[in-house]
């Protein structure tokens, strides 16, 4: 069971922008732990999209952009694409379990 | 050009022993933070283990004192040793660089990872 809590499941028609939470506890992302975010293609390995909660890797567009405040982060992603579709994951760091944790994962869906 | 390959998956009996091994080319592990994270068949990620380079290492309450971590400087290789296996370690195993700072650590490059099935 996962300590950080995604949506299962957002859409959105080509050109929109999604937002997908991540909510986390005072354990984690409220105690100052940074979250990343990873996509994930159908059959493939995670990539890493955001890092330090707004950071973007070389590569990565700026169509995708990453936010955080108290106990919960976002990921915004404008201008929706057919590629886009995946599944996305937020990370941290929890001190309750002393370890490093993912969110539940989110499917994004393009109409 | 960064790459990791994981390999020594395969099916093997509760209770089994399996050892994973992870090629890196394009940087040192050791000189590096590596990491082992898993995927159950359709769920999300799991993180089992973080090695640093001063040799401290890390694991997931649920396999603490069943999987050790390793590496081999000179095949500039990561190792998963995974003993007493039970069906809910079947997943997809992918190694992962490690990088981090003062408030966390992500991982930014991943091997396409190797599926052990744990069945009898």
């Known amino acids: 069971q996962s300590v950080l809590t995604q949506p299962p499941s957002v859409s959105g028609a080509p050109g929109q922008r999604v937002i997908i939470s991540c909510t986390g506890s005072?354990?984690?992302?409220?105690?100052?732990?940074?979250i990343h975010w990873y996509q994930q293609l159908p059959g493939t390995a995670p990539k890493l999209l955001i890092y330090g909660n707004s950071n973007r890797p070389s590569g990565v567009p700026d169509r995708f952009s990453g936010s955080k405040s108290g106990t919960s982060a976002s990921l915004a992603i404008s201008g929706l694409q057919a590629e886009d579709e995946a599944d996305y994951y937020c990370?941290?760091?929890?001190?309750?379990?002393?370890?490093?944790?993912f969110g539940t994962g989110t499917k994004v869906t393009v109409l | 050009e960064v790459q990791l390959v994981e390999t020594g998956g395969g099916l093997i009996q509760p209770g089994g022993s399996l050892r994973l091994s992870c090629a890196v080319s394009g940087f040192s592990v050791n000189d590096n933070y590596m990491s082992w994270v898993r995927q159950a068949p359709g769920k999300g990620l799991e993180w089992v283990s973080t090695?640093?380079?001063?040799?401290?290492?890390y694991y997931a309450g649920s396999v603490k004192g069943r999987f050790t971590i390793s590496r081999d400087n000179s095949k500039n290789t990561l190792f998963l040793q995974m003993n007493s296996l039970r069906a809910d370690d079947t997943a997809v195993y992918y190694c992962?660089?490690?990088?981090?700072?003062?408030?966390?650590?992500?991982?930014?490059?991943w091997g396409p990872g190797t599926l052990v099935t744990v069945s009898s």
């Open positions: 990370q941290s760091y929890d001190t309750s379990l002393s370890g490093y944790v």
């Open positions: 005072i354990s984690n992302v409220g105690a100052g732990y940074d």
């Open positions: 090695l640093y380079t001063g040799g401290n290492t």
């Open positions: 992962a660089r490690t990088r981090h700072g003062t408030t966390g650590m992500y991982f930014d490059y």
